[in-house]
Antibody, heavy 126, light 114 residues
Framework: EVQLVQSGGGLVQPGGSLRLSCVAS????????MSWVRQAPGKGLEWVSS????????YYADSVKGRFTVSRDNAKNTLNLQMNSLRGEDTAVYYC???????????????????WGQGSLVTVSS | DIVMTQSPDSLAVSLGERATINCKSS????????????LAWYQQKPGQPPKLLVY???TRESGVPDRFSGSGSGTDFTLTISSLQAEDVAVYYC??????????FGGGTKVEIK
């Protein structure tokens, strides 16, 4: 059974930093792209960032580019999202998900987000 | 960037009746080489993470009831719930995964019981 256990949310002041983590189990983590999606209170889903299976390719939404950094540690089955220069509009529940781009042999594949973490609430407020 | 537009924003359907949700992409999400549409549908109930229902526009995820079906190609897609059940009350989202640079979601459609 696929499990994604998230940690690291909380209250932070504007301009501050926070790091989210997502520990995966139940599948071969190193073979799958991983992603982060957020949901502001009462709003819809917004894709935030994705990282390829090896970690060699990373992608960001324009709204977080230059402020957020996605990374992964395949030895520890862990996905991370480092969030800097946080703003009020970054307040949201953040979900990690299995899905995105990955290599199989020399070919690049894309897959939807088929498993999700429980979500971590990030509140940016003074 | 690919923009995903869903309609309607909300709909109320009687139990046992059909619910239809539309999703339009600003450019085609059909890869001609594979003849696959990189379009997924998700269901989200209050307080829960989203759940994948349909991928490749029309392939049901394992365990998803067959009253859920996806159709369409290119830029126009539909999610149909053939006979609405009480447990189907949720918000439904479409998503394109054609572009690895921007995995955009639609704005969501809230489905309620009439």
């Amino acid at each position: 059974e696929v499990q994604l256990v998230q940690s690291g949310g909380g209250l932070v002041q504007p301009g501050g930093s926070l790091r989210l983590s997502c520990v995966a189990s139940g599948f071969t983590f190193s073979k799958y792209g991983m992603s982060w999606v957020r949901q502001a209170p009462g709003k819809g889903l917004e894709w935030v960032s994705s990282v390829s299976d090896s970690g060699g390719s990373t992608y960001y939404a324009d709204s977080v580019k230059g402020r957020f950094t996605v990374s992964r540690d395949n030895a520890k089955n862990t996905l991370n999202l480092q969030m800097n220069s946080l703003r009020g509009e970054d307040t949201a529940v953040y979900y990690c998900a299995v899905g995105g781009g990955y290599y199989s042999g020399a070919a690049w594949y894309m897959r939807p987000f088929d498993s999700w973490g429980q979500g971590s609430l990030v509140t940016v407020s003074s | 960037d690919i923009v995903m537009t869903q309609s309607p924003d909300s709909l109320a359907v009687s139990l046992g009746e059909r619910a239809t949700i539309n999703c339009k992409s600003s450019q085609s999400v059909l890869y001609s080489s594979s003849n696959k549409n990189y379009l997924a549908w998700y269901q989200q109930k209050p307080g829960q993470p989203p759940k994948l229902l349909v991928y490749w526009a029309s392939t049901r995820e394992s365990g998803v009831p067959d009253r859920f079906s996806g159709s369409g190609s290119g830029t126009d897609f539909t999610l149909t719930i053939s006979s609405l059940q009480a447990e189907d009350v949720a918000v439904y989202y479409c998503q394109q995964y054609y572009s690895s640079r921007q995995f955009t979601f639609g704005g969501g459609t809230k489905v309620e019981i009439k």
